[in-house]
């Protein structure tokens, strides 16, 4: 991600720089500290496929549950998913690195949220309970979710 970063516009670092700061300004639930973690995510290089999803998952887990709870709009979501998609064609060597259980929790529940309509990923109980069950894992609070398919692209 920083070689991407570093190697962007001026211009295209400061859109998204202004896109990370408007995403965390909408919540009232952030501080200052917190908008400062967000750009200092820009500096990590995610090294290994482990890393990589270790960040990853803690903002799908942050996107999805602002979606739930109408604090960003479905479009949001999905621009998680196409840039989580550009970010991981960056990582070395992740085919000889192998899959860990909360890899697949990761992958299956990304593409979960991209396949499903938003109004059914709102309204659906059964749906969003096997979602919240795979948010509850990635965020280890949970058990490994049952019927978790979960594939790198």
Known sequence: MLRAFLGASA????????????????????????????????????VTVQGFINRKAKQLA????????????????DLYFWDTMEEWHQVQDRNNQPFSAKERVFWH???QLH???????LEDPFLRSELQTCLDYLEGDGQYPLDCVGVRP
Do not use: M, T
């Not at 408007?22 to 919540?27: A, E, F, L, P």
């Not at 396949?115 to 990923?121: C, P, R």
């Open 62 to 77: 942050f996107f999805v549950r602002a979606f739930w709870d109408r604090r960003i709009p479905y479009r949001e979501v």
């Open 109 to 111: 529940l990304l593409h």
């Open 115 to 121: 396949f499903w309509s938003e109004q059914k990923l």
């Open 11 to 46: 211009s295209q670092r400061d859109r998204f720089q202004y896109w990370l700061r408007s995403q965390i300004n909408r919540s009232k639930r952030f501080c200052k500290s917190q908008l400062y973690w967000g750009l200092k995510q820009l500096r990590v290089i995610p």
